[in-house]
């Protein structure tokens, strides 16, 4: 079992940067790998980025690529999202998911087991 909490939203200026945080509860962080995903008024939730188990891999959407970063922190079980050059289509609700994975590279876009509760992002014009 792995409990979410995401912190870091907020209102922010077209251009502005975000830096979102995920921690962790339970033992077992470093199995999971970690994603990202928005959900806008109306919209279905979809993949916006997520690093591997060992943070060594990571994949991003393309309306992200160049603007976001995620990274984790084992040692603190701590996933984080840096968000720049934020435009208002990136206000949304942001959750972090958790999914075990067997493979050390693994970065999934999908089937993700645990989710925080979110963190609402809204980019002003």
Sequence with gaps: QVQLVESGGGLVQTGGSL????????????NH??????????????FVAVISRGGGSTAYA????GRFTISRDNAKNTVYLQMNSLN???????????????????????????????TQVTVSS
């Design 19 to 30: 830096r979102l945080s995920c921690a962790a509860s339970g033992r077992t962080f470093s």
């Design 88 to 118: 208002p289509e990136d206000t949304a609700i942001y959750y972090c998911a958790a999914r075990p994975t067997t493979l050390y590279t693994a970065c999934p876009r999908s089937g993700y087991d645990y989710w925080g509760q979110g």
């Design 33 to 46: 790998a970690m994603g990202w995903f928005s959900q806008a008024p109306g919209k279905e939730r979809e």
């Design 62 to 65: 393309d309306s992200v690529k």
